[in-house]
């Protein structure tokens, strides 16, 4: 094992990490200095970013000590190593400002927040605290669910609220109490984590060998990889390039057409680009009350979950990539599940994220209503701009579907990815084939491309230990004391990267009910879901350590 040259590439990222670091670091030194000064002293958190910039170049330096004497080159095994390292490295020191300011003082559930940014998985543990208007005293938030047994969740909020020096009026609670900089960091891990923070520092990083094309394979989602030039960080930077552009085009879009503050257009833009799903109001999306916000959202949700060589191809004026199966097929889903949603909530109570019931769904509100919860859940942001915790049993078993088939592949989506369904298809219509026509022999193409038999290998492989690790998830989560229906909302919500849950940390909740032991168990499937199984497993493989003879 080629520590050394490790220990180089790990303190070479890292440094690239802390110069990250100086962006919300200069975001909260001009809203402590020059902007907002009528708020409180803890409303800021310049010295929280300077306190983690310090720690993160420390880290870097030790690193870059380790492997003084490495050249930086990666073989597949060390670029394993490099790629899992960095998932948890990165958002362990993003975790830092949360402690450092104070707002999460449970080092577990700054990591868990972290961790939901980078992997663009949107869950939060940031609630509201409580207190007791007669004396005070903060009380617990309870929540109870009916079942064949009944489920009690008791626990308190994690987020001081905001209150007025003299009156002691609460000014701003729950994710609007938290700083503009932290507010900025959250989406922006997101928008970092989008693409892949690998991918990002392969693509401004001398070239790293052989290693360097397997970081990008390992940061890109699906089972065909498609390089669009001969150099890989060439090809990295050309894909961040894109990304970078969608990005700034959503901001003109969102400048144009609504009257959101800029700070707002930024933070949406970093969490819809990225498919991440954060937002900094404690209404999430519903708390814009904007229709045209929300279908400009539902647009750049899907630009986000299309594979990214597609728009390299087309800005080459390759205009056939639009026959793309799995482009065709991923553009059916959203519309055959979003026109089902749709009619299905015609004459249905909205109960908003609120808790204010409001006046049954009626065309044009269930058509706006359906589609963007149901683009959201496919395309795995998490945005939400009603209780869909209250809707049919239907519409809610076809969320769940949704948010397990995902994207396409190649994009910033989570999910199994629409590529993998279709090959599934095609493999198991292939094998039943065979059944009565065994003499026949059927190659299995995609868009022309013919998939080799370790392709097919890998998908059902894929899709065994994803269903078989869903399981187990939903096992554990019930063990620790939490409902099978929050405990299937979990796993679908962590492993699918998706930020949607359901009954305890539904879209009018968080999940600050959960024990240390559920937050580290969401952390590994964040993660497991974010690098597709293999890069992850493979690691717990004893065989992988041994020394090669």
Known sequence: ?????????????????????????????????????????????????????????????????????????????????????????????GSLPFLFHGVLKNPVQAYFESMSGFTTTG????????????????????????????????????????????????????????PRGLLFWRSFTQWLGGIGITILFVSILPALGAGGRFLVQSETTGPIKESLTPRIKETAARVWRIYAGLTLLQVIVLLLFTTLPLFDVLTLTFSTISTGGFTIR????????????????????????????????????????????????????????????????????????????????EGWEAIRAGTFQMVSAITSTGFSISNYDVWPYEIQVLLLIGMYIGGMSGSTAGGIKVVRHLLFFKISTNKVETIFRPETIRSIKIGGREIDQATAINVLCFFFLFMALSTVAVFFYAIDGNDPETSLGLTSCMINNTGMAFRGAGPATSCAFLSNQSLLLSIFWMIVGRLELFAILVLLIPSFWKKEV
């Not at 902007?35 to 310049?46: I, V």
């Not at 209404?283 to 949700?301: H, K, P, T």
């Not at 055959?336 to 204010?356: D, P, W």
């Open 1 to 93: 094992m080629l520590f050394r040259e490790i220990a180089k590439v790990l303190g070479s990222n890292l440094w690239i990490f802390a110069l990250v670091l100086l962006l919300p670091l200069g975001v909260s030194f001009y809203d402590e200095f020059f902007g907002a000064n009528e708020l409180p002293p803890q409303h800021f958190s310049t010295l929280a970013f300077l306190e983690t910039f310090f720690v993160t170049v420390v880290v870097a330096a030790i690193f870059k000590w380790l492997g003084r004497s490495g050249k930086g080159k990666l073989y597949r095994r060390e670029g394993l190593i490099v790629v899992v390292a960095l998932w948890l490295l990165v958002p362990f020191l």
């Open 123 to 178: 869950a939060t543990v940031l609630e509201a605290k409580r207190y007791d208007p007669q004396t005070g005293e903060e009380i617990p938030i309870e929540r109870a669910y009916e079942g064949i047994e009944s489920v009690h969740y008791k626990f308190y909020g994690t987020v001081e609220p905001i209150r007025n020096s003299e009156t002691g009026e609460i000014l701003r609670e729950g994710i609007e109490a938290l």
């Open 282 to 361: 404690n209404g999430n999306i519903e708390a814009y009350q904007s229709v045209v916000l929300e279908w400009i959202l539902i647009l750049f949700m899907i630009f986000g979950s299309i594979n990214f060589t597609l728009y390299h191809f087309l800005l080459k004026g390759r205009f056939s990539r639009l026959k793309d199966p799995e482009l065709i097929l991923f553009i059916t889903i959203l519309i055959l599940f979003s026109v089902f949603t749709s009619y299905m909530l015609v004459g249905e109570n909205a109960l908003s994220i609120f808790g204010i019931f409001e006046k049954p769904f």
